[in-house]
């Protein structure tokens, strides 16, 4: 998405040849405009796949997600890292490893809110590891809903996370793949850096 | 907010004279529909005080947020939780204890995001006690920009939230205005709630 890939030259920050910061437009600061685009994206995707529901997870998903959820006009679920005192219905979790911050969080959706009759989009911010869509795909699967997909808005396609979740079976769409970040530059799949600076 | 209230009653659980639970469209699952509607309103209600960035709190803030944001042609930035390994930058920050969760927090925001040119709109899922509300505006005071208003998607009026931050000058406009959660009733001020059902 060339949209997604301009943003990502002109205001991503190549921390080390692991992590890219997207904190002006996607992780702390959001760019409400670009979330519009990547939601009209993902729903494009897939538009065929008769989704009846996008699940995610906090925080940073949230705004991709309910953009995607407002063009394919069906509901959105974001999995909580921790449980909340006021949740108090039967809970689907699953626990997910970050690398980046080094901590391991139990996810969970409340059961309430996904049953077998479900046809579930997975939208998250990162794919790199694939931990936390691994973590959401166990939880959907609890339900009995049905995986159609993973929307990812940027996936670091130098790990291993998308080749985990297509092992499975499962579509995963990247809006931005990047190739590398070594040298302190983004080198993305498909697309030439130079193209488009 | 006729909408918004509408939703409150027929999808509101009311858990105690206190305890209003919306996770069906607001906390845990989001209606992206409702939450286009909230933004729009909000961006009405604060289209001449010349908002330059909007300010929330993760996660239920978000989504509404985003939804202003995009009508206010603003970005939004998101207060966290707790400190990420990689945010290295500089922060801004404040204590918010919260009564629901029986916990304090410190949030922050990078200095980077917030400056004294900035007007600001603080925006919420919930006005309670008021906690969360204040910690946004002492976030923004310290950066030096100004807080032009808060808009809050569901105010329990019976708490003090709103009165602590009027007596600072503050505008408050709140998209619901819950008098009472007695005798499991969600009761509106200024609203009927036997017109709404």
């Given amino acids: 998405m060339r949209l997604l890939e301009e943003k990502i030259i002109s205001e991503g920050r190549v921390l080390s040849d692991q992590v890219l910061k997207v904190d002006s437009f996607l992780n702390h600061q959001i760019d409400p405009f670009l979330m519009k685009e990547i ?35 069906v509901p959105v679920v974001f999995a909580r890292k921790r449980k909340s005192l006021t949740l108090t219905d039967d809970l689907l979790t699953a626990s997910v490893h970050s690398f980046t911050k080094k901590e391991t969080n139990e996810i969970s959706i409340s059961k309430k809110y996904l049953d077998e ?35 990812i808005v ?15 079976g499962l579509r995963v769409e990247s809006l931005a793949r990047i190739a590398s970040l070594a040298n302190g530059q983004v080198q993305f799949i498909n697309e030439n850096v130079e193209e488009l600076v």
Avoid: H, W
């Fill in 39 to 73: 939601g009209k994206e993902f729903a494009a995707r897939f538009a065929n796949e008769g989704i009846t529901k996008i699940v995610t997870i906090e925080s940073s998903g949230i705004a991709p997600a309910v953009m995607a959820g407002l063009y394919l006009n």
């Fill in 117 to 151: 009759a479900d046809r579930v989009l997975i939208i998250d911010d990162f794919l790199a590891n694939g931990q936390a869509a691994l973590g959401l795909v166990e939880i959907v699967q609890q339900s009995g809903a049905m995986v159609l997909g993973i929307g």
């Fill in 154 to 168: 940027i996936e670091k396609a130098f790990q291993q996370g998308s080749e985990k979740l297509k092992e499975r």
